[in-house]
């Protein structure tokens, strides 16, 4: 018997209300299926559901639980929602649809250097220390004969830029083992990798960079070989000139109708599941897309 349920509390559906209507709007269909299989009860965590925020405001959305066990909801310490429950011997199913309207924010909407405090909160400085995908201590000298020893937008592109064309990317070859320095070292990997090597480059100039999850909905026509609409992607958010700002390494160019997940210091704060004991994946099947079209000027613009 399965269970069916918007949230753990038994609602339907999550509503976030904006404070305001932005120019530009799309409505975004999302969701996943997984499946498991376990050997014994055992826990699992899933970060698949959009992050609140008033850019994404949920209109509907259904979590299916196949085994019939609860839910529960708990922020994490990233500020992430996190769904836990527990897996029963034999196959476990998932089932995660939502529909939202995603604000696309205007130039200039987010404040500028000035209007923030010069001293950084810790909430901000953490994203500067390495981690365990994101070794920044081992890249310091590198990062600053590369790139300098400047913290402004113009060397977060430039980072950018280097990361996007001094790897290679390979569909299907990603390792869940794998750090920035042994990506860097073999040249190629996912977006995973991609997201890593800049966050870790970022952090060696002492720049705040976080690991970002989420959607990039397939909207228009599909590019050739790109699983843009059927695949969860890792992209990164920089805290450059008073704000969070968000560039992606693994594509260099803005996409209209991103949706974020989560963010933490690498992969493992943002993981689409976290299982514990004997635990076999047997299911991955993700969509996003636009349910309406934006203007023909609304497609990609400059990279950032």
């Given at each position: 018997m399965s269970t069916r349920t918007a949230i753990p509390t038994g609602h339907q559906h999550w509503h976030f209300a904006p404070?305001?209507?932005?120019?530009?709007?799309?409505?975004?269909?999302?969701?996943?299926?997984?499946?498991?299989?376990?050997?014994?009860?055992?826990h699992i965590l899933l970060l698949i559901q959009p992050a609140p925020s008033l850019d994404q405001r949920i209109l509907s959305e259904e979590i299916?639980?196949?085994?019939?066990?609860?839910?529960?909801?708990?922020?994490?310490?990233?500020?992430?929602?996190?769904?836990?429950?527990?897996?029963?011997?034999?196959k476990n199913e998932f089932r995660h649809d939502a529909r939202l309207r995603l604000s696309i924010p205007n130039e200039g909407s987010v404040p500028s250097l000035n209007d923030m405090d010069k001293q950084l909160p810790f909430t901000i400085v953490r994203y500067t220390l390495p981690s365990?995908?994101?070794?920044?201590?081992?890249?310091?000298?590198?990062?600053?004969?590369?790139?300098?020893?400047?913290?402004?937008?113009?060397?977060?592109?430039?980072?950018?830029?280097?990361?996007?064309?001094?790897?290679?990317?390979?569909?299907?070859?990603?390792?869940?083992?794998?750090?920035?320095?042994?990506?860097?070292?073999?040249?190629?990997?996912?977006?995973?990798?991609?997201?890593?090597?800049?966050?870790?480059?970022?952090?060696?100039?002492?720049?705040?960079?976080?690991?970002?999850?989420?959607?990039?909905?397939?909207?228009?026509?599909?590019?050739?070989?790109?699983?843009?609409?059927?695949?969860?992607?890792?992209?990164?958010e920089v805290y450059v000139e008073g704000a969070?700002?968000?560039?992606?390494?693994?594509?260099?160019?803005?996409?209209?109708?991103?949706?974020?997940v989560a963010h933490g210091a690498d992969a493992v704060d943002a993981a689409f599941a976290t299982y514990f004991g004997q635990v076999k994946p047997v299911k991955f099947e993700v969509w996003s897309y636009a349910l309406d079209d934006p203007a023909p000027d609304e497609d990609n613009g400059p990279a950032g």
């Open positions: 404070e305001h209507e932005e120019n530009r709007a799309l409505t975004i269909r999302l969701g996943c299926a997984l499946s498991y299989l376990a050997e014994e009860r055992s299916t639980v196949g085994s019939g066990e609860s839910l529960e909801q708990f922020t994490d310490a990233h500020g992430n929602k996190v769904l836990r429950t527990v897996l029963v011997p034999g365990r995908y994101c070794e920044s201590d081992k890249l310091g000298r590198f990062a600053s004969k590369q790139f300098g020893c400047h913290q402004g937008m113009e060397t977060v592109q430039k980072i950018c830029d280097w990361t996007h064309h001094h790897l290679e990317y390979r569909y299907g070859s990603g390792d869940p083992t794998l750090s920035a320095c042994e990506a860097l070292g073999r040249g190629y990997g996912v977006c995973r990798d991609f997201a890593h090597v800049m966050v870790a480059l970022c952090r060696a100039l002492d720049i705040p960079a976080r690991y970002v999850a989420g959607h990039m909905p397939l909207i228009g026509t599909p590019l050739p070989d790109s699983d843009i609409g059927i695949d969860f992607h890792a992209y990164v969070w700002r968000v560039f992606d390494p693994r594509y260099n160019r803005s996409h209209l109708g991103r949706i974020k």
